[in-house]
Structure formats: structure tokens, C-alpha cells
């Protein structure tokens, strides 16, 4: 059974930084695309940063591109999202989300605010 346990979100001020977890259990992270996704409220869920399972390469929207770094640690099975530079408009839920060739699997969750 695959499951994927994000934690980490955290209240925290603009200008601040946070690391998210997504803890894998089921398949290893190595052998598949994993990404972060976020939903503020009223809004759509977006993608905002995926890593390949086999090279590695990573990727980002724009909106975080620079602030954001996504990494893997393949002996703990276990996908990060460090935050820094964290503005308002930061504030959702974020999603961790691992595809194989025949369904994803999706977190439950973590909330992030970035206020004052």
C-alpha cells in the first residue's frame, strides 16, 4: 500500500522559510516523478516543483522559482520542499503527489500561512 505523509507547514511570517516532508512508504521515491502541489483557498490546485525519479532533474513554476528547492533523500524515502523568502500569497495547502505509469497518489496535506 502506497502512502504519502506531508508535514512541516507551520505559521509563519512574510520573509520567513519553512521545509515541508513528504514521507514515502509503499515504493521508492527513486523509481518515480514526485512533485509538490498547493491550493489556496478559492483556487485551483497548482504544480509548483516535481523531481524525476531516475535523473533527478528538477523543476519549477515560476512563481517559485528562486525561493523554492525541492530535493529527495533516497535512504530515508523521503521528498523536502524548502521555502524561503515565504510572501503572503505563499498561504495554501501543499500536496506532495507520486506518479507511476498507472495512477498517482496523492498526501493528505499541510498547511502553510504566511502572515504577520
Known amino acids: 500500500q502506497v502512502q504519502l505523509v506531508e508535514s512541516g507547514g507551520d505559521l509563519v511570517q512574510p520573509g520567513g522559510s519553512l521545509r515541508l516532508s513528504c514521507a514515502a512508504s509503499?515504493?521508492?521515491?527513486?523509481?518515480?516523478?514526485i512533485g509538490w502541489f498547493r491550493q489556496a483557498p478559492g483556487k485551483e490546485r497548482e504544480g509548483i516543483s516535481c523531481i524525476s525519479g531516475r535523473t533527478g532533474r528538477t523543476d519549477y513554476a515560476d512563481s517559485v522559482k528562486g525561493r523554492f528547492t525541492i530535493s529527495r533523500d533516497n535512504a530515508k524515502n523521503t521528498l523536502y520542499l524548502q521555502m524561503n523568502s515565504l510572501k503572503p500569497e505563499d498561504t495554501a495547502v501543499y500536496y506532495c503527489k507520486l506518479e507511476t505509469l498507472y495512477r498517482g497518489y496523492w498526501g493528505q496535506g499541510t498547511q502553510v500561512t504566511v502572515s504577520s
Open positions: 509503499g515504493l521508492a521515491l527513486d523509481n518515480y516523478a
